[in-house]
């Protein structure tokens, strides 16, 4: 991380937005994927993939927690598509009593984030373990993408995930304020939306990505978080922010 710069957000705030959530289970307004629609999309994408290497865009949760073996990682930008903390969610990171927000990438701007190699290998085995990690129903198929992105080594084809949702569940271009007083309150089974932004902010600012809205975000759910729990400030951000 930037020596010049310090997140407001600090472990100990995020500690404070942990609380036991159970787990509430498949969404029953959705239609949960089969073993047989997963083996049929990982066909699918595999057929698609062809025999050129095959990449993941991470630009949230993939950074910091792939959960996949990989050969090589560097910076990539998808051109057309921005961070955006826009997907609502009553599970995972949020609960039925309080709503939470995860990103996705939405149309317009452009995202810097690192794009992961697999290992060459049974390619089929994983791609079927991503798309388990990533989606559950039906509806967000469609959300599952190949994106070109720009390297240094020039462009590429990547998988990239939660690209473009669009329904019920998505909430746009809320103001930020709006969305730092949401991941300030909302916590499910695997943990709080203080934590998912915490952790991403984090590890792009190790790869050397600044993300002004989400370095803004921190700061303002920090904030939140000191309000709701009467904490006063200790120090103001620096002026090199």
Not at 14 to 39: A, K, M, N, S, W
Not at 93 to 109: H, N, V, Y
Not at 230 to 237: A, D, N
Request: glycine share 8%.
């Amino acid at each position: 991380m930037s020596k010049t710069r310090t997140m407001c957000l600090t472990p100990d705030l995020v500690q404070l937005c942990y609380r036991e959530e159970t787990d509430p289970g498949p969404d029953p307004r959705r239609t949960t994927l089969t073993d047989d629609d997963f083996t049929a999309f990982t066909a699918r994408l595999t057929e698609e993939s062809g025999s050129e290497p095959l990449w993941v865009f991470a630009y949230g949760s993939l950074i910091w927690k792939p959960e996949f073996e990989f050969v090589e990682k560097q910076r990539a930008t998808a051109m057309g598509w921005h961070r955006s903390f826009c997907l609502e969610i009553k599970s995972w990171r949020g609960s039925p009593d309080q709503a939470g927000l995860m990103m996705a990438l939405e149309r317009g701007g452009q995202c810097d984030g690192v794009i992961y190699r697999l290992p060459e290998g049974d390619r089929t085995a994983q791609i079927a373990r991503l798309l388990r990690r990533e989606i559950s129903d039906r509806d967000h198929i469609r959300t599952v993408r190949w994106l070109p992105v720009k390297t240094q080594a020039g462009r590429t084809r990547t998988l990239g995930f939660w690209v473009g949702p669009t329904g019920d569940r998505i909430c746009s271009k809320a103001p930020l304020p709006s969305v730092a007083a949401t991941l300030a309150r909302a916590c499910g089974y695997v943990g709080s939306c203080a934590e998912y932004l915490y952790n991403t902010v984090t590890h792009l600012e190790h790869f050397g990505i600044h993300d002004r809205n989400l370095w803004r975000l921190q700061q303002l759910v920090a904030a939140e978080i000191r309000d709701i729990h009467g904490i006063g400030e200790t120090s103001p951000p620096s002026a090199a922010e």
